[in-house]
């Protein structure tokens, strides 16, 4: 392909680092050629990814990482899908993006033929994984169906790119996926107006985002809940007008009315996942309310079904950052309208990258965000 542009301010070695995933919680670092941008995409070297929680599942249990139909593992398949870096070169047509711009991704470009592509929620695909062979519809998902960023270069179709202004670090540039899924749930998914109330339940990374993006969209007032008190401290200074540790409260769904009155809240995040944290939820929740689901749990769910039609209560699962959300969640990072540095606690190199998912696996010392750099 004659028309592709590589740069000549970063030379492009032909092969790069790559972790990749073996067998569930085995990763090895190999080479991996560097591929070359299509029509519409381009080759951004990454220079910061950060962890995700569904980084760790997908490492350890597979789904919902689908390479060529399957479990990722032993697919010469490199997950990672918080990334931000540098365009490096053009493929064919593209003359939205330079060569030396910023960008930070996200992770799903859809087929964008399928009905929900054609709706602008291309994070439900109809054509999920199917992006190999003669099952190639064009989807991308990275570090899901398609290669992800725990490497050196990755190549990305150019809607999923989100410029970088230059006073914004690489490091916080990685957290706008995380802040655009929370904005898809609680404005395209939920349609948030200011001045409505709302509980958070779960104080992790999309938690905590959660909080600062829904106090950032005059959410009035926004309340954090969870058990661990210095990540409620954080969700504080993030926006929460209060933080309630659910093992310090009698009745969690009275604490909570308590402060928003008897009816109940207009919406709930529900970030951990748990029977108690949905049914809480529930509970806690106004005639005609909403709960957003942004956890995965691993099981089927019991949950209190009756209050919910009774009580005209709606419930929808948030996947991904539609809707081009996080365009949205960059400009108010870019107006430092909530500071999510915050939550961005550990940095680590890319070749200890076994270290780093360890320390986001079991929060050592106090790790809710851990931030992987590349080799100098
Ligand atoms: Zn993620
Ligand atoms: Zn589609």
Not at 149 to 177: C, R, S, W
Not at 207 to 228: E, F, N, Q, S
Not at 275 to 297: H, Q, S, V
Request: proline fraction near 5%.
């Amino acid at each position: 392909m004659d028309d592709i542009k590589i740069s000549k301010k970063y030379s492009l070695p032909k092969e790069m680092k790559a972790w990749i995933l073996k067998s569930p919680n085995e990763l090895e670092l190999k080479t991996k050629a560097i591929p070359t941008p299509s029509y519409s995409e381009v080759l951004v070297k990454i220079d910061a990814v950060a962890i995700c929680a569904t980084d760790l599942d997908v490492i350890s249990y597979g789904p919902p990482a689908l390479i060529e139909g399957e479990k990722p593992f032993n697919k010469e398949f490199t997950p990672g899908h918080e990334y931000m870096g540098t365009v490096v070169a053009l493929g064919p047509s593209v003359d939205e993006f330079q060569i030396g711009d910023r960008v930070t991704v996200e992770i799903h470009s859809g087929c964008g033929q399928c009905k929900r592509c054609r709706m602008g929620m291309y994070t439900s695909c109809h054509n999920y994984g199917l992006n190999y062979g003669k099952k190639n519809k064009g989807h991308r998902a990275n570090g899901f169906t398609s290669d992800g960023g725990f490497k050196q270069y990755a190549i990305n179709h150019i809607n999923t790119l989100i410029k970088v202004p230059d006073n914004m670090t690489d490091e916080e540039a990685t957290l706008v996926v995380t802040a655009g899924t929370t904005m898809y749930g609680l404005t395209e998914l939920g349609g948030l107006v200011a001045g409505e109330s709302l509980v958070v339940i779960g104080p992790g990374p999309i938690g905590l985002l959660g909080v600062a993006v829904a106090k950032a969209l005059g959410a009035d007032p926004v309340i954090l809940i969870g058990t661990r008190n210095d990540r409620l401290e954080i969700g504080k200074k993030l926006g929460a007008d209060f933080a309630l540790n659910v093992n310090e409260e009698d009745d969690i769904v009275n604490s909570v009315k308590s402060l928003v009155g008897d009816l109940g809240v207009d919406y709930v995040v529900e970030c951990a996942g748990t029977e108690k944290a949905l049914d809480d939820a529930i509970m806690m929740t106004n005639r005609g309310g909403k709960i957003c689901l942004a956890a995965f749990p691993h099981d089927p769910i019991k949950v209190n079904i009756p209050h919910m039609v009774i009580n005209n209560i709606y419930m929808y699962g948030i996947r991904g950052e539609g809707k081009s959300a996080t365009h949205r969640a960059m400009a108010f990072m870019k107006q430092k309208r909530f500071n999510a540095k915050l939550v961005h606690t550990h940095t680590f190199k890319m070749n200890e990258l076994p270290t780093a998912l360890k320390y986001a696996k079991e929060r050592i010392d106090g790790a809710i965000k851990v931030v992987i750099k590349p080799w100098e």
